[in-house]
């Protein structure tokens, strides 16, 4: 009988064991989010201009600061949500919070920086930074050099799940490729910060919120559902960007 409980324990005790390591590998690769501060309020926010070709269709707000609207190329029509400029007057689906817009703009500094100082990554130089066709654990995930993204990749995890993607070179993903999002995972937990320019090729289908130290281009037809956020110019060709 004493063998019995003793082997029940035994077991118990690995059991327990198992399910420690296994909580605690998971905790492993659970990160933080980015705190966006204001600049969560945005689809699309810019320091220097964004252009525009007719038509696109934004859901969520948008912000140029400190350029003025003469410097915006987007129409009331094509956005769900409303236009913040410095520019004194404009039309109704203008605001011009300044004060707002400088504490936006402020944020998504800070956001950068936080997401380009956070340590101890998970994988660095993954795939030396061609990471088309590859499936993506959560994580933080860094690269020295360029990233091209030449097939679909895919970010499997659960909706705790937090991707934060350290490029110090540019990031390409090419024409009609797609970001996947599999497991539940959702795009208001995937940070890309750039350092370099920043293109969403052709037709192709972005996901997460991209913090751009220089420009930002989504070149024709292709789809966002995160945020874009530049410190210089976003470039828009009859796209579709949806907020988080």
């Known amino acids: 009988m004493q063998d019995i409980y003793s082997k029940k324990l035994k077991l ?14 998971y905790a492993e690769v659970i990160r933080d989010t980015i705190n966006l501060g204001s600049a969560e309020k945005f689809a699309i926010l810019s320091q220097s201009g964004i252009t525009n070709v007719f038509a696109s269709e934004i859901v969520g707000d948008v912000g140029t600061s400190p350029i003025t609207g003469a410097a915006l190329l987007l129409t009331c029509g094509e ?12 039309p109704a689906c203008l605001d011009n919070n300044a004060s707002f817009l400088t504490d936006a703009v402020s944020d998504m500094g800070y956001a950068y920086v936080e997401a380009a100082g956070r ?14 066709g590859l499936t993506i654990a959560p994580g933080l995930h860094k ?29 390409n993903l090419a024409t009609s490729k797609k970001v996947i999002l599999k497991g539940g995972a959702l795009a208001k937990n995937v940070y890309w910060q750039v350092a370099g320019a920043a293109t969403i ?44």
């Open 79 to 90: 956005v769900v949500g409303t236009i913040f400029t410095v520019d004194a007057a404009g």
């Open 119 to 132: 340590t101890l990554p998970d994988s660095t130089e993954l795939s030396a930074g061609e990471i088309g």
């Open 12 to 25: 118990t005790l690995v059991s327990l064991f198992l399910s420690a390591v296994t909580c605690s590998t």
């Open 201 to 244: 090729g052709t037709y192709a289908h972005f996901q997460g919120t991209l913090l751009g130290k220089t420009m930002i281009a989504v070149n024709t037809g292709a789809t966002v559902d995160g945020r874009l956020l530049a410190q210089t110019a976003v470039t828009l060709q009859m796209n579709k960007i949806t907020a988080p």
């Open 143 to 171: 690269w020295s050099s360029p990233v091209n993204v030449s097939n679909d990749i895919t970010l499997d995890g659960d909706h705790n799940a937090v991707w934060i993607f350290q490029i110090a070179g540019t990031l």
